[in-house]
């Protein structure tokens, strides 16, 4: 139970009240000073009452992008007895957010519905709500945490419609009736295991399945013809003290799920790397559906005891064989600078056709004196040296406009 | 250089219902304020009634505004109405006459304030403005009439601290859609003012518990209490310090002088105890003081058998205080030569005349300090206090008392001698009876102390003589006091405190008889001491050396002058006045009842006492039987009708006007083809009682039971159900 100012307020008034009352001997004071400690006690005591025995609910979309305002119904339920009134819910859902209740007689059900930002990826869980209510004087609050009932909602990343890429090679209508399943080659991709034929090559016995079945096995492959584009991303961390909608990995995830969707709906395969941890392993997801690669964005986070982005993008060319276009998408952290990576993106350059980079921009302000603008006129420059097409993605621009204009030149200084 | 023009911080009010109820809420205690004689002038009186309203409508018009050129208006008229109260102000001469002009000023600014509320921030100013002119008003109050304008601003102030505790709409999320579902059984009439009723009623037992265990403590920092005139006075023409009580009838065939409905003949210079009649129960003045007291009016020393009179009856004029606004009453006719050794307790009295008084000064014993409208003032050796006025209806006037307070361990400790100069206050008539002596002398027999002495005359006078008004005159040539002590032992106040003071002086005590009023009956509302003409009395003044005259009341008692801790609280006064009402109120058999109710009760309380182990092992029982008697009726209740049940027997209760009665043997199943048969029915109908019943029957015999969503579309089907066989 918290007491507001309100309560403050009428004890220093029935206080002085009675003060002066006990100077001058009026009785009324008296009587107006013990109304005001009456409202005190009635607004202590009635706003327990009124948070007791609310059963709530809610209801929400299982699915939504990040940035969209999906209807949230929050269904609040009297007990048997007594009349629930003041009620404010504190709902952390999506978004924070008070909802008005008001009153709520025995029995009755009251739906509040208001729409909420999809503030954050991931998976938001039915989280209880903090039920409050100061009526009916205002002079103290009550607060009870209520469990709520319902579905979790999954928050993908936003997703900007792009239409052709210009950086990947269209695929014939034929070709891509064909890559609807992936087909057995000699790509990189592990499919499965299956027994010797003749003809295939000892380099692809599975001797551990050999040993175990008594039957020479080998690794089964996929043909590499669908790794047209693989994405490369930097999870490394994320800063969600700058207050903005949408955190740097939250741009770097919509612009990859919006790449790798764009790319999927022209027929290409598009697989997604995103930075490892310090063992070296680099976490690569392919031939995923459109829910898959969405799901694997929204629940992406920043990685712990991450490695350099320069360093994962230096060692992402012998995982990416057979792939015709690698996009790398990071943010403009301090250390994705050009020192850093353009030395690895000319590593890329030299081992896959095109490199296509794209900068997430961050407003950091000027640092020793250099502006961000400067800073990433400076790593454009470099970049393109090192053999990539740059777009940089500045905030508050579409990523379609960033991916339009014409790669940008390096300014010289 | 460029003015810029900021809107006020915070965002407009917008609620209607607040900016009424405050509004309201404001014109009603500017009302209690007007409503006081003499708070404010007449046309400041029906200007801010008129402007308030005004006001506050047109900060409502204007609440989005940035309302510079009425500030700056708002601020002329704010100084103008200051330089008024300055103007006003310099002419009063006590902090009491300034509150004319600081009720103006504070209308005023209520008034101009009221222009420019726009946001709820500024309305709760208007409240706590609201606030201090109800105090205002209550701290001028003389009635209980005050709480006609209390209650209703109480109300609106309950609506208020309501209203505004509703979140603004800035402070919540702004909702897509509010939908309520009503409850499947049907509310009582009741039900919507059901909770603000409770809260009332709460919050009114909270307020009586907070007000009757709230002490009135004494303290009154007030340097200057009020006093003022009434008019024109009744002058005293010849005024030489002599009483003049016009309100006294004229005197009977035999000389003696009775009571009349509005005069009481102790007010004279005689006090016969042949005088017989009835006073009114007019009220004859109100007092605020901390606490009650005897007020004293006059002293009488020589008793002749029949008459009480005073020995030495010139009067001296009273010096003005320094600051001229009172008169002090000198240090040895105030105390008594005793000088109160004992200690006193100092007790402001303010006087509110109702009916017209004798210029006699009523106040509680030693008065040290007059604040009174007239000069002239005398008193008399005794500390009577007679002015060259008659005390007229409306006239206020205060005084400054040391009452005493001492404690009787001190007082049994006095020398039992009479001074020199006291002797006057031992006289006898020549023909008192021994008898009475004798009776003195026998009730006191072992005791020394004149305390002992005194306490044991006045107990004996409680428990064997009765109060009463109905006695004849006595026959002529006995004495008044022999014949009340051993003939009748019924009589007025005036017999018994007659015999208490000739049977001390019979033992060589110091007496006299005091008149004057009794405390009167504290309103616990108004907290003034409200003193009726038939509260006019005469009680016992004694001396005891070193410690100066003791008031002792042998009929009904003198209030403590020191109030103990108990007494510091309204409790007693609330309990006294709601006796006092259902005395009045309930008829005499039924009181009879409730006595005897009350003595059985007492009686059962008396025997529980003595028999506590045996009622403490009953209650025991008896609350783990109610407990579990409580659960049982829970558990019986904890299975409520499912919802889907619910709503099937709201389906069956809607149909039931239309004929269309469900017969206990048929099957929900059954019903509903009896429904879809009827071809009359609405297709709306039939569809939505298909839904109920299948929801029904799912929720009763299936083993996957129906959604929350299935069920309040049901609950929604059967209402649909109700509204189109209702329309039709």
């Known amino acids: 139970m918290r007491l507001r100012k309100r309560a403050i307020g009428l004890l220093i008034g029935a206080g002085v009240l009675f003060f002066l009352g006990t100077n001058v001997q009026a009785g009324w004071l008296f009587v107006l000073a013990a109304m005001l400690l009456g409202a005190v006690i009635t607004g202590f005591v009635l706003p327990a009452r009124s948070t007791r025995g609310i059963d709530v609910t809610r209801r929400a979309p299982d699915r939504v992008h990040q940035g969209e305002e999906p209807l949230v119904d929050v269904i609040v339920r009297g007990g048997r007895r007594g009349t629930r009134r003041g009620l404010i819910l504190h709902d952390r859902f999506l978004e924070a957010a008070n909802l008005w209740v008001g009153t709520v007689r025995p029995g009755e059900r009251v739906e509040v519905t208001t729409r909420r930002v999809a503030r954050r990826r991931g998976t938001h869980a039915p989280t209880s709500v903090s039920v409050r209510s100061a009526a009916p004087f205002g002079v103290a609050e009550r607060r009870r945490r209520v469990e709520v009932g319902g579905e979790s909602t999954l928050v993908l990343p936003a997703v900007e419609p792009l239409g052709p890429l210009p950086f990947v090679q269209p695929v014939s209508t034929s070709e891509i009736a064909m890559h609807t399943a992936p087909r057995r080659g000699q790509g990189p991709e592990y499919l499965g295991v299956r027994e010797y034929r003749p003809g295939d090559s000892m380099r692809h016995v599975h001797w551990a399945s050999t040993a175990r079945t008594g039957v020479m096995m080998v690794r089964e492959l996929e043909q590499e013809q669908t790794r047209k584009l693989a994405i490369v991303i930097d999870a490394s961390r994320d800063d969600e003290a700058a207050g903005e909608a949408f955190t740097p990995l939250d741009r770097v995830c919509s612009a990859a799920a919006s790449i790798a969707l764009a790319a999927l709906a022209q027929g290409h395969g598009a697989r997604l790397v995103t930075g490892s941890s310090d063992d070296g392993e680099l976490d690569v997801l392919a031939r995923a559906s459109d829910d898959e690669l969405l799901e694997h964005l929204a629940l992406l986070r920043p990685v712990a005891r991450a490695r350099p982005f320069a360093a994962v993008v230096a060692d992402v060319a012998p995982a990416l064989r057979g792939t015709e276009t690698v996009v790398l998408v990071f943010p403009t952290w301090p250390d994705n600078d050009a020192e850093h990576l353009a030395p690895a993106v000319q590593a890329v350059a030299e081992s896959i056709g095109t490199v296509v980079a794209i900068p997430v921009m961050l407003d950091r302000g000027a640092a020793r004196g250099v502006s961000s603008e400067e800073r990433l006129a400076g790593l454009v420059q470099r970049l393109r040296a090192a053999g990539a097409s740059v777009h940089a993605w500045r905030l508050g621009a579409s990523l379609s406009a960033a991916l339009g204009e014409a790669p940008l030149e390096a300014v010289s200084r | 250089m460029k003015l810029e023009i900021r809107a006020s911080a915070g965002r407009p009010e917008d609620s209607i219902a607040i900016r009424v109820v405050v509004a309201v809420a404001v014109t009603i205690a500017i009302g209690a304020v007007v409503a006081q004689p003499d708070a404010v002038p007449a046309p400041v009186a029906v200007a801010s009634l008129l402007l308030a309203p005004l006001g506050y409508w047109f900060s409502y018009r204007r609440r989005h505004a940035s309302n510079l050129l009425l500030k700056v208006a708002l601020s002329v008229a704010l100084l103008a109405a200051l330089g008024q109260f300055l103007g006003d102000v310099r002419s009063v001469t006590s902090v009491d006459q300034a509150r004319i002009p600081l009720a103006s000023l504070f209308l005023w600014v209520q008034v101009l304030h009221a222009f420019d509320v726009p946001r709820r921030r500024d309305l709760a100013f208007s409240m706590v403005s609201s606030l201090i002119l109800i105090a205002e008003a209550g701290s001028l109050s003389l009635t209980t009439s005050f709480a006609l304008f209390l209650l209703p601003w109480a109300g609106f102030a309950g609506a208020w601290l309501s209203l505004s505790a509703k979140p603004r709409a800035d402070q919540v999320a702004a909702p897509v859609a509010i939908r309520r579902v009503a409850p499947d059984r049907r509310s009582p009439r009741t039900a919507p003012i059901r909770p603000a009723a409770a809260t009332a009623g709460l919050a009114l037992l909270a307020t009586s518990l907070v007000f009757v265990s709230m002490p009135r403590l004494p303290g009154s920092f007030v340097r200057t209490p009020p006093f003022s005139l009434a008019g024109n006075p009744s002058a005293v023409s010849g005024f030489d310090g002599t009483v003049s009580n016009p309100g006294l009838p004229a005197e009977a065939g035999d000389g003696v002088v009775d009571f009349s409905s509005g005069g ?257 009956q504290r309103n616990p509302l108004t907290g003034y001491f409200e003193v009726k003409q038939s509260d006019a009395h005469a009680w016992v003044e004694v001396f005891y050396p070193g410690i100066g005259w003791v008031p002792y009341d042998p009929t009904f008692g003198v209030p403590e002058a020191a109030p103990s801790a108990a007494g510091r609280f309204m409790a007693g006064p609330v309990f006294a006045a709601i006796g006092r009402f259902m005395r009045d109120v309930v008829p005499a058999p039924l009181k009879a009842a409730a006595g005897e109710a009350g003595r059985v009760v007492g009686a059962t309380g008396a025997l529980a006492l003595r028999t506590w182990p045996v009622v403490m092992l009953v209650l025991m029982v008896a609350g783990v039987a109610l407990t579990l008697a409580r659960r049982s009726r829970r558990r019986s209740h904890a299975d409520p009708i499912a919802p889907g049940e619910a709503a099937f027997l709201a389906l069956v209760d809607a149909l039931g006007p239309t004929g269309h009665v469900r017969a206990p043997q048929s099957t929900p199943s059954e019903f509903l083809d009896e429904l879809a048969g009827d071809a009359g029915l609405d297709a709306d109908v039939v569809e939505a009682a298909d839904l109920v019943v299948r929801t029904f029957e799912r929720e009763r015999f299936a083993p996957v039971k129906p959604s929350e969503g299935e069920i309040d579309r049901a609950r929604d089907a059967s209402g649909r159900v109700r509204h189109l066989v209702g329309r039709r």
């Open chain 2, 264 to 520: 009481y003949p102790g007010f004279s210079d005689v006090v016969d105890l042949q005088a017989r009649g009835r006073l009114s129960d007019d009220l004859a003045f109100r007092v605020r003081a901390q606490q009650a007291a005897l007020w004293r009016a006059q002293v009488f020393d020589r008793f002749d058998g029949a008459l009480w009179t005073v020995t030495h009856d010139e009067t001296t004029s009273l010096t003005p205080d320094g600051d001229g606004l009172s008169v002090v009453v000198p240090s040895d006719i105030a105390l008594g030569n005793g000088a109160l050794g004992g200690g006193s307790s100092r007790v402001v009295q303010t006087f509110y005349i109702e009916v017209p008084q004798p210029n006699v000064l009523f106040a509680a014993a030693s008065a040290r300090q007059v604040f009174f409208p007239s000069a002239g003032l005398r008193v008399d050796a005794a500390g009577s206090i007679r002015s060259p006025i008659l005390l007229d209806r409306g006239l206020v006037y205060s005084v400054v008392s040391e009452v005493p307070a001492t404690p009787a361990p001190l007082l049994r400790l006095a020398r039992a001698q009479v001074p020199r100069g006291l002797t006057p206050y031992l006289q006898l008539p020549d023909d008192l009876p021994s008898r009475v002596g004798d009776l003195a002398a026998e009730i006191t027999r072992g005791r020394a102390a004149w305390y002992d002495r005194v306490i044991a005359v006045q107990r004996w006078l409680r428990a064997n003589t009765r109060y009463d008004l109905g006695v004849p005159r006595d026959p002529e040539g006995v004495d008044a006091v022999d014949h009340f002590l051993f003939e009748t032992r019924r009589g007025y106040c005036e017999q018994i405190a007659s015999s208490m003071a000739v049977m001390l002086r019979t033992l060589g005590i110091p007496t006299r008889l005091v008149t004057g009023y009794g405390p009167g």
